[in-house]
Structure formats: structure tokens, C-alpha cells
């Protein structure tokens, strides 16, 4: 029973370019949300989404920033024209209903490097 | 919306010794969560915590949320290299769609 999957693990990115992050939830979970970990803070709340539909994105940057979770296929993270400020972990995490008792599972991350 | 203040933001303690973290929440807590990271990589869950007063206990690592459940603290017996990361409480809002907040996380060092 594989766990939250997010690949790329690595992705540089030269400025100006498009990051995707792809974040496949565990099996069962429908519910997705994807964190940002800056460099030496706490993880930050970016957006929750279930199937395609966005529940929740007070936490996404107002521009360059999409999140979609299609009925097929994984949550995308789209970044437009990075910037050096992007580079951060993006963590995803996915439930089966609002997360009682052990729904909340993360994925390892995606560390992105803006250069 | 949710905030929670960890404390302390850092820690450095002799392997072998007793520590506990405490988390403070602005409002009532319904589900308190606490993860383990480790440089570099994803979360680990440890333990979730929904009624005032419960406490859960897992190896050497004791979680309880108090009576009036706006604070919780996680204590480590007999701490081990091991131990080592950066710990992070997480609530959800307690109603269908709402989400993890997370505070800023507390950076454990356990010196052999």
C-alpha cells in the first residue's frame, strides 16, 4: 500500500521557467493538500482540493500559483515563472474525509531550486 | 484562523535526558496532531490527540491535550540520538473541509 507519492523529490528550475509537481494520494484518498516549507520555517498552507474541485486556496500566492487534482491522474502544483523566492519544499498531503484519527499522510517532498 | 505557538523553537539536550515541547493554541483545539521531521525529508506521523484530557503514549514519546484542549505537549523519556528532527503540531478546524495549520516547529538536538 504505497504512501503519498510526489515526484519530482528534486526539480532546479532556471528563473523564468514553469515547475510542475505532481502528487499522486494514497489509495482510497480523495481529499489533497499541498504545504510550503521555507527554508529554516513551519510549513504553510497553500491548498486543499478534492476531486476537481478547489475547497480551499487562501494560502496560494495570488499569481504565477495553480492547483488542480483532475478525476484521473495526480494533484499538479504549477508554478509559472519561477522565481528564486519559490525555491522551498513542497510538501503534499492527502486524507480520506477531514483527517480524524490517522487521515493526514504526507508525501516526502519536492524541493525545488530556483537558480 | 488557527494559530499555534510552539515552544521552545529549539532544544538541545544530553542524550538520556527528559524534554517536552508544548504547543499553544489560539483557539479550541478538536484535533491535535503531532509530526516528526527529519532534515531533508517528509513528515512522520506520531499521534493524534481529540479529547480534552486524553493522552496517547508510543515508545518513549507521551502526547496529551489538557482538559480546556487549547494546549498540548509532547514529552520524551530517556531522549536518543534518534529523536532528533524537528517536531510540529498541526490542528485541523474540526469541521468536514477544513485543513492542517501547523506551528513553526521545534528543532530537537540530542547530544551522545
Known amino acids: 500500500n504505497a504512501g503519498v507519492m510526489q515526484n519530482p523529490r528534486h526539480l532546479v528550475r532556471r528563473r523564468g521557467q514553469e515547475a510542475r509537481l505532481r502528487c499522486s494520494p494514497m489509495k482510497g484518498h480523495s481529499h489533497v493538500y499541498w504545504y510550503r516549507q521555507l527554508p529554516e520555517e513551519g510549513l504553510k498552507f497553500m491548498v486543499y482540493?478534492?476531486?476537481?474541485?478547489?475547497?480551499?486556496e487562501s494560502g496560494m500566492p495570488k499569481e504565477r500559483f495553480s492547483a488542480e487534482f483532475p478525476k484521473e491522474g495526480p494533484s499538479i502544483l504549477r508554478i509559472q515563472q519561477v522565481v528564486r523566492g519559490d525555491s522551498a519544499a513542497y510538501f503534499c498531503?492527502?486524507?480520506?474525509?477531514?483527517?480524524?484519527?490517522?487521515?493526514?499522510?504526507f508525501g516526502s517532498g519536492t524541493r525545488l531550486t530556483v537558480v | 484562523s488557527q494559530e499555534l505557538e510552539q515552544s521552545p523553537q529549539s532544544l538541545i539536550v544530553q542524550e538520556g535526558k527528559n524534554l517536552t515541547i508544548n504547543c499553544t493554541s489560539s483557539?479550541?483545539?478538536?484535533?491535535l496532531y503531532w509530526y516528526k521531521q527529519k532534515y531533508g525529508e517528509g513528515l512522520i506521523f506520531l499521534m493524534m490527540?481529540?479529547?480534552?484530557?486524553e493522552e496517547k503514549s508510543h515508545e518513549k514519546i507521551t502526547a496529551k491535550l489538557d482538559e480546556k484542549k487549547q494546549q498540548s505537549s509532547l514529552h520524551i523519556t530517556a531522549s536518543q540520538p534518534s529523536h532528533a528532527g524537528i517536531y510540529l503540531c498541526g490542528a485541523d478546524g474540526g469541521t468536514s473541509g477544513s485543513r492542517l495549520t501547523f506551528g513553526e516547529g521545534t528543532q530537537l538536538t540530542v547530544n551522545p
Open positions: 483557539k479550541t483545539l478538536y484535533g
Open positions: 490527540l481529540q479529547k480534552g484530557g
Open positions: 482540493l478534492q476531486k476537481e474541485n478547489i475547497i480551499d
Open positions: 498531503a492527502s486524507s480520506a474525509d477531514r483527517g480524524l484519527g490517522y487521515g493526514y499522510t
